[in-house]
């Protein structure tokens, strides 16, 4: 009986997870060449030791999504001039590696996930916009009190 409970509990162990063969298509999923791709949006973390930020953009990535964490900064790129919560224009890599089929049902069907392919993101720019320029003046109390 102990080996019984044994090969249970391996079944188990393998059900919560991925199975073997899914885990190595993921890991060897070759991505093609990148897209680059132009977003506005402001910096919501930065990780200074790992070159790395979390961002969000207004326009949506290709796959839909508006927050992209961890996006490998440019070598470039001072950190001490960054400045979370200000607009910013990204010029973005975005890599995508497609997944067979087969993965394709198992993440549906196991986990509820819709997905097609596995997405990466460098960021090959990023330049401060200057949006308050754009704003109309505002009017001074020397113009209100000319009204009569």
Do not use: C, H
Request: charged share 35%; glycine share 6%.
């Amino acid at each position: 009986m102990p080996r019984a409970k044994k090969a249970e509990a391996k079944e188990s162990a393998q059900e919560e997870g991925l199975p073997k063969w899914a885990e190595d298509e993921i890991k060897s999923a070759k991505f093609g060449q990148p897209e680059v791709i132009s977003r506005t949006g402001y910096i919501l973390e930065i990780y200074e030791k790992e070159g790395r930020l979390d961002i969000q953009v207004y326009e949506p990535m290709p796959d839909g999504r508006i927050i992209v964490e961890g996006i490998t900064m440019p070598k470039s790129t001072k950190v001490n001039d960054l400045m979370k919560g200000f607009v910013y224009e990204f010029k973005i890599n975005f890599y995508s590696a497609p997944l067979g089929d087969k993965v394709v049902e198992l993440l549906k069907a196991k986990f509820g996930l819709d997905m097609k392919a596995i997405y990466n993101f460098d960021l090959q720019e990023l330049v401060l916009m200057d949006v308050e320029s754009d704003l109309p003046m505002a009017s001074s109390s020397s113009e209100e009190g000319d009204e009569d």
